[in-house]
């Protein structure tokens, strides 16, 4: 079984058990007493590339990252040195998280930026899920969904929420249906999550089918510092980075050069 499929076929049996233990009407309970949320789609909009920095243990294709940093402790980092938003993985199984990990990195008193709780999403229930943990942002994956209509549903709720949603597509006909959709952040994976394998130019070609009013995100397989500028030069808002981050032997200065911090830094002086 391609390994998307088997991750889906996964969550779909871990959001029936989440029901049960804990319906929607509870997680509806806890909205009013979610922190305020903060604007994603403002902080990917602001000049130059934004750096959305991924959280998580490990990877199905990559096993598990060298880093040893506490979850909060490496959103920290991250929302000192430039990284615009977070994306925690919400997935256990697979990536080695939890809403329990998205919960403690959105409400830790020392993170200023958006958090995005990166998940396979199958249910409206866990975009709830999302909000009521004090998430900012979700992920909906056009292929894990599978259908337009359900997709169009997604956005709607979570901006009900006053959350913002990065849809993501692999192909161009995925891309057309997030247009579609309404989507007005669309992120292209580099990674294909059927097969794993990487193609940097799958960002530029979908993209050029995405129009100017969606802002656009680059994910997945950017290596170094010099990938952020050639994004940006391609005309995306944002990129959003993990394993580059994950396993460097100096995440801060990794975290400053994907941001740009450091080249804004050599042209002031």
Request: hydrophobic share 45%; glycine share 6%.
């Amino acid at each position: 079984m391609f390994m998307l499929n088997e991750i889906v076929e996964h969550k779909r049996l871990e959001v029936e058990e989440k029901k049960r233990n804990s319906p929607l009407s509870d997680l509806q309970g806890k909205l009013r007493d979610a922190r305020p949320v903060r604007d994603f789609y403002s902080a990917l909009k602001a000049p130059g590339i934004s750096l959305i920095a991924e959280i998580k243990k490990k990877s199905p294709s990559k096993g598990e990252f060298p880093n040893r940093l506490a979850a909060a402790e490496l959103a920290r980092l991250y929302s000192q040195n430039g990284a615009r938003a977070i994306s925690v993985l919400a997935d256990e199984k697979y990536f080695g998280g939890g809403a329990h990990v998205v919960e403690r990195v959105a409400n830790d008193p020392s993170v200023h930026i958006p958090v995005m709780y990166k998940e396979f999403i199958i249910d409206p229930y866990q975009i709830y899920e999302a909000r009521s943990i004090g998430a900012d942002a979700v992920l909906l994956i056009v292929r894990s969904i599978g259908d337009t209509s359900l997709l169009t549903e997604m956005i709607a709720t979570a901006q009900d929420l006053g959350m913002d949603a990065l849809v993501e597509c692999f192909t161009a006909e995925e891309a057309a249906e997030a247009v579609i959709a309404k989507a007005r952040i669309i992120g292209i994976n580099n990674r294909d999550l059927q097969s794993f394998d990487v193609d940097l130019r799958r960002s530029e070609d979908i993209r050029s089918i995405i129009p100017d009013t969606a802002l656009t995100v680059s994910e997945s397989g950017l290596a170094t510092a010099a990938d952020a500028v050639e994004a940006e030069r391609r005309g995306f808002d944002a990129i959003l980075v993990g394993e580059a981050l994950l396993k460097s032997n100096d995440i801060t200065q990794q975290v400053r050069a994907f941001a740009g911090l450091e080249v804004s830094q050599h042209l002031k002086s």
